[in-house]
Nanobody, 120 residues
Framework: QEQLVESGGGLVQPGGSLRLSCTTS????????AGWFRQAPGNQREWVAS???????NHADSVKGRFTISRDDAKNTLYLQMNNLTPEDTGVYFC??????????????WGQGTQVTVSS
């Protein structure tokens, strides 16, 4: 079952911008925290940014000042605005959410990822 679906990836030149979206079928009432991760070929998946249910955001040092995580609960959508992109930002970007389930342990749910390629 698809519960998180990313979109907005693509090919962009260095210095360009992209906005990634992640739409969830899970009621936001049952989401505690959400975030973005990325993975380049041959590399480990790394954390990029996160946002708590209270709206507190955090960004990795490598993207601070360039990327901004946000959400629109009415649209069940998480965003990652990416500005001043560099080739080092290339990778598959995944969204993740912590899902709360009644009577069960909370669990992470992941999207399938969207490719971001920064190249001339």
């Amino acid at each position: 079952q698809e519960q998180l679906v990313e979109s907005g990836g693509g090919l962009v030149q260095p210095g360009g911008s992209l906005r990634l979206s992640c739409t969830t079928s899970v009621n936001t009432f049952n989401i505690r925290a959400a975030g973005w991760f990325r993975q380049a070929p041959g590399n480990q998946r790394e954390w990029v940014a996160s946002i708590s249910s209270g709206g507190v955001t955090n960004h990795a040092d490598s993207v601070k000042g360039r990327f901004t995580i946000s959400r629109d609960d009415a649209k069940n959508t998480l965003y990652l605005q990416m500005n001043n992109l560099t080739p080092e930002d290339t990778g598959v970007y995944f969204c993740k959410a912590l899902k709360i389930r009644l009577g069960r342990q909370p669990s992470d749910i992941w999207g399938q990822g969207t490719q971001v390629t920064v190249s001339s």
